[in-house]
């Protein structure tokens, strides 16, 4: 992995290229699965899930990771496109926490006890919309049915809106087991705040990291979105300077996508509003330039972090995976995802939650699992998502590894990828030869067209509505 990490280290000398840009930003996956959600089907039931639950456990047993979903948001963000619901009326979660409870139990007895759970992350919606008492019954659920680490060498994090910061709060968190935090900030303009209706000020975020690290959580993640009404270089740069001070250990800087025919919440910002497309690349480029000036690593797609964070470390080893979650060090832990639309990885299989609190009272009411659709990859999708996940994690590919792993000849299987990443070579996106295809620093935003090469469901949809690239 040491090219893929010179590689990296040549992002603090990338150039922009508006016209390549422009012509390589069209829609596509972020490929936090391959294949993708948009391929899961409800032949993948209950009983399959079931299935490959039971298979996991058997020889040693992988360690688990374990996603929980807390759908509910006391204020719409404009520009949101989770599953949520967004109430003032905090005794609506408590329903919904019941049959979660219910779920952890049901989910638990799948897998066997010995199994460790390395990985853990309460994702929203807003997770501390909830009441103390409710976070603490929650994770006392979860610690009876798994088995949660109590050394602290767990990766436990959540999801933290600084405005449903309580006091108290934070040291309840960490109380339970947290180690990790993301806040969400976006921006700290109040021009941008107002259009997006997320009111929150410096300080007060601010204060919320300070006071995580005077508890001892290990590693903070700020979350950043350009892209977003009444935006320039100027005010984004503002924020941006606040938040390397303030210095978070990661950095996850989104392109916002607005697509108002798909998120009813966007249809509130108005699009004469939001930057041109020249615009945000200009927002997009003094960003990257500003953070690596500052010492933080370009990670990939939208994420940076500290050489001392296990996100750096982990891509500089090889060992840097992709998720539901984003970018993840844990590869080797089964996913098992909890509450309603959370999607989970169980062996060869990707499977996903009903997506309605109805229809999740419905099945958990019934005594049964919330899965309702997923896919098992066969070997040409495991063979797919280990050139997608090499690509996207590290820009670098062994094709010699590939090989050994899959029984193939590279050449001869992608002759067809190759031919067309011929072309993005000529360009300058990448550099191919016989035993290696690498990511140049100029295709590094774009190394989701450079994954695109490589989905063969891709080539076969009419039409899919993705987030653009840049």
């Known amino acids: 992995m040491r090219a893929a990490w010179l590689i990296i280290a040549a992002m603090q000398r990338l150039s922009f290229d508006p016209a390549l840009l422009a012509r390589y930003d069209k829609s596509g996956p972020r490929y936090t699965s391959y294949p993708t959600a948009v391929q899961f089907h409800p032949g993948f039931d209950e009983q399959a899930y079931r299935a490959q639950a039971a298979a996991t456990n058997r020889g040693e047993g992988r360690p688990l990771s374990l996603y929980v979903h807390l759908p509910f948001c006391a204020r719409l963000c404009f520009y949101c496109a989770c599953n949520k619901i967004v109430t003032k009326n905090r005794s609506r979660a408590a329903p919904y926490l019941e049959r979660l409870h219910e779920e952890i139990a049901l989910q638990g007895a799948l897998f066997d006890p010995a199994r460790t759970v390395d990985q853990l992350h309460w994702g929203g919606g807003t997770p501390t919309f909830i009441a103390d008492d409710e976070m603490r019954a929650l ?9 949660l680490r109590d050394d602290d060498r767990g990766e436990y994090s959540i999801e933290v809106d600084p405005r449903e910061v309580r006091p108290g709060t ?8 947290f180690n990790r935090l993301s806040l ?3 921006d700290f303009d109040p021009k941008v705040q107002a259009a997006v209706n997320r009111i929150q000020s410096e300080e007060q975020t601010l204060g919320v990291l300070r006071e995580a690290r005077a508890l001892g959580f290990r ?15 100027a005010s984004f740069t503002r924020t941006l300077e ?3 001070a303030a210095s978070p250990d990661r950095l996850s800087v989104f392109n916002y996508a607005h697509l108002p ?7 509130r910002i108005r699009a004469e509003d939001l930057p041109s497309p020249q615009a945000k690349l200009d927002i997009l480029q003094a960003t990257i330039e500003r953070l690596t000036a500052s010492g933080y690593e370009y990670i990939g797609m939208d994420h ?24 993840s060090t844990h590869a080797d832990c089964d996913l098992v995802g909890l509450g309603i639309t959370a999607i989970g990885k169980i062996g060869e299989t990707y499977s996903q939650n009903v997506r309605t609190l109805e229809e999740y009272d419905a ?10 659709r997923g896919i098992e990859l066969d070997a040409d999708d495991r063979l797919r998502r280990d050139v997608i996940t090499g690509l996207i994690c590290h820009f670098t590919l062994d094709i010699p590894a590939v090989e050994r792993t899959h029984g193939i000849r590279f050449a001869e299987y992608f002759a067809p990828e190759l031919a067309t990443l011929a072309g993005m070579a000529e360009d300058g996106l990448v550099a191919l030869s016989p035993g290696r295809i690498d990511v140049l620093p100029a295709g590094m935003l774009l190394v989701r067209n450079v994954c695109m090469v490589f989905d063969k469901y891709l080539r076969r949809q009419q039409e899919q509505r993705y987030s653009r690239v840049i």
């Open 184 to 186: 969400g900030v976006q």
């Open 170 to 177: 934070l040291a309840l968190l960490r109380e339970l087991g």
């Open 139 to 147: 994770m006392r659920a979860t610690r009876e049915h798994f088995r």
């Open 242 to 244: 606040t938040v390397i």
């Open 304 to 327: 940076f972090a500290r050489p001392d964070d296990e996100l750096a470390v982990a891509q500089r080893s090889g060992s840097l995976y992709r998720n539901f979650q984003g970018y």
């Open 363 to 372: 099945r958990i009411d019934a005594g049964r699992l919330a899965v309702f």
């Open 219 to 233: 590693s903070i993640n700020m979350d950043l979105i350009y892209g977003l009404p009444h935006q320039t270089v």
């Open 261 to 267: 025919e798909l998120f009813m919440p966007q249809k």
